[in-house]
């Protein structure tokens, strides 16, 4: 199972194949009527657009960094599970690394509260839309479901800043 595992983490060919699968499995669900060749073809466009942002992420992550995009990979499971590399050199990929992704997410921190506002104010819409259609069972599940997804949003963004503040602490002691 490790090893599955360790291959859709690394592998852009492992993770086109979940990305294909679940567009196959959403299309069968939601578009019942469309002929299965549809299904197919819709699958691989989504694979494709999604692979190729991953890719030119990865890239970009790689660059920054000054390593290859597989020696990135495994520096973000280590970041993850807490581990710091003995290997200066290692050291100081992983420490522009974790520079990159706090900065990263410094600044995407600039657009949560408009996010969670867009967020908020649709499931506002969705409960008057069912109080005036009198019907609020969905609507309600609606507001439920948003406010769970972004609480989730913002408890694992939290976790993240933490593990990689502790990682750039971590990596800036000498051992």
Not at 147 to 170: D, N
Request: proline share 4%.
């Amino acid at each position: 199972m490790h090893t599955v595992k360790n291959w859709f983490s690394h592998s852009l060919a492992g993770q086109a194949l979940v990305v294909f699968v679940l567009g196959m499995g959403f299309s069968a669900v939601f578009r019942r009527d469309d002929h299965p060749g549809l299904w197919v073809v819709q699958s691989l466009l989504y694979s494709v657009v999604i692979i190729g942002v991953l890719a030119a992420q990865r890239r970009r992550t790689a660059r920054a960094t000054g390593a290859d995009p597989r020696t990135v990979v495994s520096l973000n499971r280590r970041i993850r599970h807490g581990e710091v590399p003995r290997d200066p050199e290692e050291r100081a990929i992983m420490r522009r690394l974790v520079d990159d992704q706090l900065g990263k997410m410094e600044r995407g921190g600039r657009w949560l509260p408009y996010w969670l506002g867009f967020m908020g104010l649709s499931a506002v819409g969705m409960l008057v839309l069912g109080a005036t259609t009198g019907s609020l069972v969905f609507p309600l599940v609606f507001t439920v479901a948003v406010a769970a997804f972004c609480l989730w949003i913002l408890w694992m963004r939290r976790r993240a800043m933490e593990i990689h503040h502790h990682m750039r602490s971590a990596l800036r002691d000498p051992s």
